[in-house]
């Protein structure tokens, strides 16, 4: 099959979920189909990380948005029923060299990531009608990933900004409800991560969502370091998203005074790419902030506990999957722990509440056996349930 896979980011390097899903799919994918990737990005593009998904590609074709071209679309669009999420990845030039590359390949099927990426699929669906002949007349199957649902991630930041921001994200959280809704209509199949996502989608269709879970890289993460054990607590992830950036204030404005007054000398590592002010300001004796770390496995194997105290944000928790991979014990709420797959039988420890959190957190650390235990689950679980090679074959029947 020839695909074309439409990205609104280069999917490497693997610092955000959704690079992370991708990069994956595409590799997977490649194994018994042409592989023909059209991504956008409005930052310097570097070589290096293009060159790394040049195996699995027969083509990539990276598409620079420009900041002027971003700002007439976000003018002419303001004061339509289009995302602000959407205008900040569509302008009129990217639009033209995409349906440019769709006549140049001539794909079998074409499977674009994120509602971001609707405005072009649009695009190709009026190409395609009107040029039946082109395009040998033969069906193009075109499958939209929602990833996670989008507009409950708005609401959700909403709940917790001042007045001014709250306004403007529930705006976004309206429109972002009537897009999503629309794309039953415009793709053949959509996809999502999590069941709980796929509940969030204000639809009446939304149980036509197929369910593609994201995997672990077993060998990746099969990984041994003789490593002392300098930090009791780690959380990780890319320190600007809004989701990380919450959770990081939580864990140690809330959760680990809570700690200190059974370990004072527990020691936490916030580590991830991109840390704004606001996580670099929770640096102190007991906390370090790493930023950019180039290989996560050593902050994991140099960790006791893993924490996700998540409390805003969507979809699959990729950073839980790591250290459940690792075999760390891990600590969540239920927002992070019930995108599992059976949560129940994940071997996570959870609570709602930083006293909760606290306690979890405090037992595991008083007791070698039971963080022993907690992580033999996890680690068990995670690799019979979460599996790259066959979550991209559930996608590949569904993009033939």
């Not at 042409?34 to 590609?57: A, G, W």
């Not at 864990?251 to 680990?256: F, P, T």
């Not at 805003?312 to 928790?317: A, D, E, K, N, R």
Request: hydrophobic content about 40%; charged content about 25%; proline content about 4%.
């Amino acid at each position: 099959m020839k695909l074309l896979v439409f990205l609104p980011r280069i999917p490497y390097p693997l610092n955000k979920g959704d690079k992370l899903r991708a990069y994956h799919q595409i590799k997977h994918l490649s194994e018994n189909n042409d592989i023909y990737l059209f991504c956008l990005s409005s930052d310097r593009i570097n070589p290096s990380h293009v060159d790394e998904l040049k195996p699995y590609c027969k083509d990539i074709h990276i598409c620079k948005l420009s900041w002027a071209g971003i700002i007439l679309t976000l003018i002419k669009n303001i004061f339509s029923c289009i995302p602000l999420q959407v205008s900040l990845f569509t302008t009129y030039g990217a639009e033209k060299k995409f349906v440019s590359y769709f006549k140049k390949t001539n794909p079998d099927a074409v499977y674009f990531q994120f509602v971001r990426s609707a405005e072009y699929a649009k695009k190709i669906k009026t190409y395609i009608q009107k040029h039946a002949d082109k395009t040998e007349n033969k069906k193009i199957k075109t499958v939209l990933d929602f990833q996670d649902c989008l507009s409950m991630n708005m609401y959700r930041r909403a709940m917790v900004s001042g007045f001014a921001v709250k306004q403007i994200l529930m705006l976004e959280t309206v429109r972002l409800r009537k897009y999503e809704n629309s794309m039953f209509d415009l793709f053949d199949t959509c996809t999502i991560i999590t069941k709980q996502d796929r509940d969030c989608i204000v639809s009446i269709r939304r149980k036509e969502i197929k369910i593609i879970e994201n995997g672990v890289d077993e060998k990746f993460f099969n990984f041994t370091a003789n490593a002392d054990k300098r930090y009791d607590i780690i959380f990780s992830g890319n320190m600007s998203y809004k989701p990380n950036i919450v959770a990081a204030e939580f864990l140690v404005k809330k959760i680990l005074p809570l700690v200190q007054k059974s370990i004072p000398d527990v020691k936490v590592v916030l580590a991830g790419s991109n840390p704004v002010k606001q996580v670099t300001d929770l640096a102190c004796s007991n906390v370090e902030v790493t930023g950019w770390v180039e290989d996560m496995r050593l902050y994991y194997a140099q960790s006791r506990v893993f924490a996700a105290p998540m409390q805003i944000g969507t979809g699959l928790q990729n950073k839980l999957l790591e250290a459940m991979a690792m075999s760390l014990p891990c600590v969540a709420t239920p927002l992070a722990c019930n995108a599992l797959k059976h949560p129940e039988q994940s071997g996570v420890l959870t609570s709602q509440s930083e006293d909760g959190l606290a306690k979890h957190i405090v037992a595991l650390l008083n007791d070698e056996d039971l963080r022993t235990k907690a992580a033999q689950t996890s680690s068990v679980y995670v690799k019979t349930n979460y599996n790259w090679a066959l979550s991209v074959k559930k996608l590949e029947q569904l993009l033939k």
